[in-house]
């Protein structure tokens, strides 16, 4: 039986901006997000029997069992296709875990991509989109990933030309998880000084990373960091050390920087030495073909 392999991108927010509240109680948000070159390996294989459906991963703490996106995932679209599963699904994690990065939901788009290939369904992007947004509100982007607008809950997308290749520094502190729900639910518009302005993003991003500073902001900021108070410290240090920017990428605690070259960037990640973060050097990239 074939093995089907599939790259699972993590992401960050460009700028991240709430609307408002939804009548289903979610939060009406703008986006913009982009794929960057830290990621995890998905691979798809023949599993134990008819009807099977197992996960392995060679990340210690993360499940195995039906609660894990990439299982629901495979499950899901397993039920749409009519299909009686016969599947072993390996992650292989280097994504940082609940960090703001969407490492489970890349995975579960990968399990989708893959899947659609493995079973020979030949579903179209916008159709696993749909079947994504069923999952969770990140894993519609990460179908093709690269850069998009995402507006209602996250799930509406729009393609943008890609943004230029720029380097990009992550680093998460480490043992730090920030609950998603926690920080949507104690959002207040009052407390926001900096908002990002996602059309001026728009316009601008085929001028490449330097032009979209001032208009890069993430509100959620007010939320996660006076709760925890290091990223705020570790984005000061990534800007003393000569990044162009820094900024939290979706509801943290991941902190990325944008560096202006490889050197700086190593100079970066020894600014946080005194830090106990999880870091790694990467690059934006495009949408998946």
């Not at 920080?183 to 302005?197: N, T």
Request: aromatic content about 6%; charged content about 20%.
């Amino acid at each position: 039986m074939q093995t089907v392999k599939e790259t699972a991108y993590a992401k960050i927010n460009l700028g991240l901006d709430i609307i408002g509240r939804r009548d289903d109680g979610y939060h009406e948000v703008s986006m913009i997000m982009q794929s960057v070159g830290l990621c995890d390996e998905v691979i798809i294989s023949e599993g134990n029997g008819p009807n099977t459906i197992t996960i392995s991963v060679d990340m210690p703490g993360l499940s195995c069992g039906p609660d894990n996106l990439a299982y629901r995932a495979a499950a899901l679209l397993a039920k749409h296709a009519d299909i009686i599963p016969n599947v072993h699904i390996a992650l292989k994690k280097k994504i940082f875990m609940a960090a703001g990065l969407a490492g489970g939901s890349a995975d579960a788009a990968a399990v989708l991509r893959g899947l659609n290939k493995y079973w020979q369904l030949h579903l179209e992007n916008h159709e696993l989109e749909s079947l994504a947004a069923l999952l969770g509100s990140d894993i519609p982007f990460c179908i093709e990933g690269g850069t998009m607008l995402a507006t209602g809950r996250g799930e509406v997308l729009t393609k943008l030309a890609d943004l230029p290749e720029a380097i990009v520094v992550l680093a998460k502190p480490k043992g730090l998880e920030v609950s998603t729900a926690w920080v949507y639910q104690h959002y207040d518009k009052g407390r926001v000084v900096h908002a990002p302005c996602i059309w001026q993003l728009e316009d601008r991003l085929a001028q490449g990373a330097p032009a979209l500073v001032p208009y890069m902001g993430n509100v959620l900021e007010t939320v996660t960091i006076p709760a925890n108070p290091v990223i705020a410290s570790i984005k000061a240090a990534m800007l003393s050390a000569g990044a162009y920017y820094a900024l939290m990428s979706g509801s943290g605690p991941t902190v990325f920087a944008l560096a202006p070259d490889q050197e700086t960037a190593a100079k970066i990640i020894e600014a946080l030495g005194s830090f106990d973060v999880e870091t790694a050097i990467t690059t934006t990239v495009g949408r998946i073909k």
